[in-house]
């Protein structure tokens, strides 16, 4: 059975991963493209929003009504950007929602009694589990498009994408990390405090 500090230590590293999920899905920078010298340009990619520096506004993307899904139409590569995207933005949000599942069941499971925090944690390691797994399906659908859309042909990775794919890493960690301590730490084979 987990500790309370063991809960505390959960709680702490998985508000951190949250925070960096909740900043990839704020902060419209997963794939972006710099235009070269002497007048570089930044344009930015998010789950919903395109910003350029060039007009210095943002729009909702993609969109149809500005091209953005009809790209690839008529060539041979196996990418609906407009889908994937939506799809992709949309796996972000539930992965949000997961994450304030979680963090409310640590809350609870951290407050409540010994029985609670005994069998608390076989629920807690599920729910983060499909928060890194919406994580994974979110970031995989950017990679794809990224690479097989002519759209994104000269583009780059934002921060937005490195801070979901380091959000899915930590909690991947964490549910193995609370799954060893909870299976062994317990019974004496793992000394974590």
Known sequence: MPTRNAYIATMAIFAATFGMQLASLI???WVQYIGPDPFPTETNYGLFQRCSSLTDDCRRFPQKSWGDCDQDKGSNRLVDLCVEWRVAAGTAVAATIVGLWVLAGLGTVLYSGERWRANG??????LIGI??????VSMGLVAHVKQASSFFMHH???VSFILSNVSWGVATALS??????ARYGARGYIALE
């Open 176 to 181: 193995l990390g609370v799954a060893l301590y």
């Open 27 to 29: 902060d419209p920078k």
């Open 131 to 136: 928060f890194a797994g919406l994580q994974i």
């Open 121 to 126: 944690w076989k629920h807690i390691l599920g």
């Open 156 to 158: 780059q990775y934002g």
